[in-house]
């Protein structure tokens, strides 16, 4: 049987190291049309062609940087966060770029520091630094984050509400 890792613990961040998070993903117009209503960012600059082609520098709808953020961290998740106790903070949020309906994104992030807990010993602190980019390479977001994650002898057991016997017939 194999586990599929979801999440690192603190003995598996060292400084340094990289993750290419995969896949990518490509925002279509719903896509963004929807993140701005659930948000409720309403800014015609994302949801209105007319003004967007007329009024603004771009000369058509950018995708909201919220929605690029979230999903540049959400691919960042099974690489990194998976098995956080929580996330920290974001030191910095930068978009560097905008990007289009049509556009692809993918991410990737660097771990900055590992530093274990001075209080509590079954758990630490990661830095990393993460960036989205679109398929034409170009740095759309960039930002910092802290990761308070476990380490692995003190992590709670992943368990499923069945056990072996299911493959038993």
Known sequence: MYERPFGRYLEDFT???RFRHWPGKTITEYDDHLFCMITMNHH???TNALFAAEESPQ?????VGNLVYSLILGMSVPDISGA???NLEVESLIHRHPVFHGDTVYGETRVLDVRPSESKPDRGVVTVETKGFNQDGKEVCYFRRKVLVWRRSS????????DE???DA
């Open 15 to 17: 400084p340094g190291d």
């Open 165 to 167: 016997s299911v493959w």
């Open 84 to 86: 956080a106790i929580a």
């Open 59 to 63: 000369g058509r709808n950018v995708v």
């Open 155 to 162: 992590a709670p057991e992943r368990r499923r509400p069945y």
């Open 44 to 46: 015609p600059l994302h």
